[in-house]
């Protein structure tokens, strides 16, 4: 039985500790409250891509722009299918036409650069000198397929360096929710022996444990960016105020609502 989050007519947003405050940029890891759909998507879900409708999840991300101080079709979103793609935005595309990849920078003002996820990683970056900012979609694949380390290079091609980039990885699912088969460590340890570190035993023999954030956050420092923040969210577990794929799963539901992510250059 879905518990249904209590709504306002303002959506909730949680910051990072190391993009809070930055001089002309406003970031939102948005929660699930604030907005208008009903049951299972109840009630920010910003996803076209679920089952909701689709007038709902317009008026959704309307209201989730608007908190971010833009107008609705500057709020983009990317069809994301777990690659290290990265796209330069210069403006927003139209409704159908956005590209497969899943990351986006841009260094262009009131343009908000939008992820969603229902469990995988959102983050956030900015180098608020250079005016550049970018946002990546780390599922386990994204990431360890170079995703984050993309996203970087690409904000540096737009003048960033990355010295001075603030990074934050948003809600996600955290290591005690996220239990994996004994196939799974071998890419991740095939990179780096050290990876073993955000692998812990599960309670069933063979299978383990895997720290998502912590695997994202140390990728991150070792570009050595300036900052680097995890907001210390499960979004498996806290069903009043996020969206989860795997929850759904253990439930057996069939559909799930997506979490936005965001940030914008100030004009």
């Not at 940029?25 to 409708?53: E, I, P, Q, T, Y």
């Amino acid at each position: 039985m879905t518990v249904q989050p209590k709504s306002s007519a303002t959506p909730e947003i949680i910051e990072a500790d190391s993009l809070r405050g930055v001089s002309g940029v406003r970031h939102a890891f948005f929660s699930r409250r604030g907005g208008v759909s009903g049951g299972l998507f109840a009630s920010l879900n910003c996803g076209f891509g679920s089952a909701d409708k689709a007038e709902d999840v317009a008026a959704n991300r309307a209201r989730a722009a608007g908190a971010l101080g833009v107008e609705a079709e500057a709020l983009i979103t990317a069809y994301q299918v777990h690659s290290p793609e990265v796209a330069v935005v210069t403006e927003p595309w139209r409704p159908g036409e956005a590209p497969k990849v899943d990351a986006m920078v841009t260094r262009v003002p009131n343009l908000a650069l939008g992820i969603l996820t229902a469990d995988c990683a959102p983050v956030l970056f900015t180098d608020s000198e250079a005016g550049v900012i970018g946002a990546a979609h780390a599922g386990w694949r994204g990431a360890v397929g170079g995703v984050l380390e993309a996203t970087v290079a690409a904000m540096a091609e737009l003048g960033a360096e990355p010295e001075r980039i603030a990074a934050a990885v948003g809600p996600c699912i955290a290591q005690a929710s996220y239990e994996v088969g004994p196939e799974f460590p071998k890419p991740f340890l095939d990179e780096d022996p050290a990876n073993a570190r955000f692998f812990v035993p599960a309670a069933r023999a063979g299978h383990f444990m895997f720290d998502l954030a912590g695997y994202c956050s140390a990728k991150l420092r070792g570009l050595g960016l300036a900052m680097v923040s995890w907001v210390g969210r499960d979004s498996c577990v806290e069903e009043q105020t996020f969206f989860s794929y795997r929850r759904t799963c253990l439930r057996g539901e069939r559909q799930y609502g997506r979490n936005l992510s965001a940030i914008v250059i100030e004009d």
